[in-house]
């Protein structure tokens, strides 16, 4: 659904492409439970979330990122390119990342991911020119606690912003951050000195409580906070609250806070990340 009134923004955004695996329960467990489930299977990862919303929102959308040689990216890469997004990076030998998120009856979810290659994306591997004419760089936290990714992250965001682009940041992951070290990731952010930031509560609280730049405060079901003003979810009937997050990324990046929350609703209502 493409807004004519909102100017076009050249997007890049770098960091995983997995195949998504989605499972919608209702709600039964246990060893000898035999519940009912309803499943999707396609496109996911932060990075290549926020690319497919921007692009579903009218931007010039662009993903960097290495993905595998296996089915998992085959599948993964076409479906990110059906929707509009161009793809960019190496493809290495070997398995593509995969994450399962387990949906319960309320929409809330539980994330099991394995990386595959992605996180192997050396900066010696990135062209420059793909970041050419890039208005907004949005880096996945998950490319800021691993290596070699978090280099190539950096000479992505010094490329960008050497040519007017500006970077925004996804601190992805509470237990991301502490395994990497709150005091570490912020000293990188403070070198990367992004525009925006955009975290939860568990993970801005993991962190110390405080970012460089414009703090997006995403808080689920009670909206988002902007430089201390607030902002209302709008109604939607929760279905899967996976990937609502990238969707108000995506939203807010193209075209403000009210495009942010028109994604975010947008996102919650079917199963699924994408758009």
């Not at 912003?161 to 509470?174: E, K, M, N």
């Not at 502490?178 to 990731?185: D, F, I």
Request: with cysteine.
């Amino acid at each position: 659904m493409v807004d004519a009134t909102i100017p076009s923004v050249r997007l890049c955004t770098l960091g995983d492409l997995l195949l998504d695996v989605i499972v919608r329960t209702d709600g039964r467990s246990g060893p000898d439970a035999e519940g009912s489930a309803q499943t999707r299977v396609g496109a996911g990862g932060q990075a290549a979330n926020v690319a497919a919303w921007a692009a579903s929102l009218g931007a010039e959308a662009h993903f960097v990122g290495k993905r595998g040689s296996d089915g998992a990216a085959e599948l993964a890469a076409r479906e990110l390119a059906r929707h509009g997004v161009e793809l960019h990076g190496p493809v290495e030998e070997g398995a593509n990342g995969v994450v399962v998120s387990l949906v319960g009856p309320d929409g809330a979810r539980t994330m099991l991911s394995d990386r595959g290659v992605a996180p192997g994306l050396r900066a010696e591997e990135l062209d420059v020119r793909w970041f050419r004419g890039c208005e907004w760089l949005h880096l996945s936290g998950y490319s800021l606690v691993r290596r070699p990714i978090e280099e190539a992250a950096a000479k992505a965001a010094g490329a960008t912003q050497a040519q007017g682009g500006r970077l925004s940041v996804d601190l992805a992951s509470a237990s991301g951050i502490a395994a990497y070290g709150p005091e570490r990731l912020l000293n990188r952010l403070g070198l990367l000195e992004p525009d925006l930031v955009f975290a939860n509560e568990a993970e801005l609280e993991a962190i110390g409580g405080s970012v460089p730049g414009t703090l997006v405060l995403k808080r689920g079901a009670e909206g988002f906070v902007v430089d201390g003003r607030s902002y209302e979810a709008l109604p939607a009937e929760v279905v899967d609250t996976t990937g609502a997050g990238d969707a108000l990324a995506a939203g807010f990046l193209v075209g403000g806070p009210e495009l942010a929350a028109q994604s975010a609703a947008r996102c919650v209502a079917p199963l699924g990340a994408m758009p």
